[in-house]
């Protein structure tokens, strides 16, 4: 099993940042790749960014040249940096991360971020 526990969030005006954090426990050894997801209030949840094992990263368009995410293998983390926050980006923000053999996934229980505009 894994657990997932996200920080970070909070309200902020619009152009401002914040720094997402996700810190990883239980069986992290099997963790491959890592993310962050969005659900905005009557909307889908959304992919916001991926990190793979390697560091390889994906972004959504919406969130590209602002977003930033990292992650720390020696310390479980992963992180998501967010500048230059719009209105539009207010949602609980998700940390999720799949293990292989088996395939698995997990979510964190969410933190709200809240820009006002």
């Known amino acids: 099993q894994v657990q997932l526990v996200e920080s970070g969030g909070g309200l902020v005006q619009a152009g401002g940042s914040l720094r997402l954090s996700c810190a990883a426990s239980?069986?992290?050894?099997?963790?491959?790749?890592m993310a962050w997801y969005r659900q905005a209030p009557g909307k889908q949840r959304e992919l916001v960014a991926h990190?793979?094992?390697?560091?390889?990263?994906h972004y959504t368009d919406s969130v590209k040249g602002r977003f930033t995410i990292s992650r720390d293998n020696a310390k479980n983390m992963v992180y998501l940096q967010m500048n230059s926050l719009k209105h539009e980006d207010t949602a609980v923000y998700y940390c999720?991360?799949?293990?292989?053999?088996?395939?698995?996934?997990?979510w964190g229980q969410g933190t709200q971020v809240t820009v006002s505009s």
């Open positions: 999720w991360a799949e293990r292989l053999l088996p395939y698995l996934q997990y």
């Open positions: 239980g069986s992290i050894f099997a963790i491959n790749a």
């Open positions: 990190i793979t094992s390697g560091g390889g990263t």
